[in-house]
């Protein structure tokens, strides 16, 4: 913004000096509204790039930075960590360590230039993966069914709803027994 000043002197205030101009540069301050991105799988990645819109202001080369991201429940998800250096992308792989869907919540700081904008939160929605052990039932009888339902807890995580597909079981010595088939439906 240019400013045209007009100074003046003297008791009377007659005294009219030549106009002068001031030139005063004024950068943009980034502002981004709260983010909620797609709710992500435990050990993927989620990645937030804002980009100017009707609300947010995100000035062109816009880096961030966070503090330590805090996990709801506590310390159900790994992989969230500060960042001190300003960086352009906000992105981390996290890990659900849980059976229930978990969230991370980032409080983010927009740099532009000297400019710094006020914080906004990005909230990660991490969903659990099922992880199941081996399993290897008590023997059964030939002409016997047998079952198995994995159990969440001592180191399987087993969210709630998960269903289970399978390739046609592979008999040992080959041939040996029938009624393995295949099961694409969870």
């Known amino acids: ?7 003046t002197s003297g008791a009377t205030g007659n005294c009219v000096g030549a106009d002068f101009t ?3 540069a004024v950068n943009p301050k980034p502002f981004i509204a709260n983010v909620t991105p797609t709710p992500i799988c435990s050990g993927i990645a989620f990645s937030v790039t804002p980009t100017n819109g009707s609300v947010d202001i995100v000035p062109s080369g816009t880096t961030y930075t966070w503090a330590t991201p805090i996990s709801n429940p506590v310390g159900a998800i790994t992989g969230g960590t500060a960042q001190a250096t300003g960086i352009a992308t906000i992105s981390q792989t996290l890990t659900n360590t ?6 991370l919540e980032y409080t983010i700081t927009p740099t532009s230039g000297t400019c710094v904008g006020a914080d906004f939160t990005v909230t990660v929605d991490v969903n659990p993966k099922p992880f199941i052990a081996s399993v290897t039932p008590t023997p059964i009888c030939s ?5 198995v339902t994995p159990t969440d807890g001592s180191g399987n995580i087993v969210p709630s709803g998960t269903t289970y597909t399978w390739a046609t079981p592979i008999s040992n010595p080959v041939g040996a027994i029938t009624g393995g088939t295949a099961q694409a439906t969870g």
């Open 1 to 7: 913004i240019t400013y045209t000043v007009t100074p």
């Open 22 to 24: 001031i030139t005063v």
């Open 98 to 103: 849980t059976s229930s869907p978990a969230t």
């Open 143 to 147: 002409g016997t069914a047998f079952s």
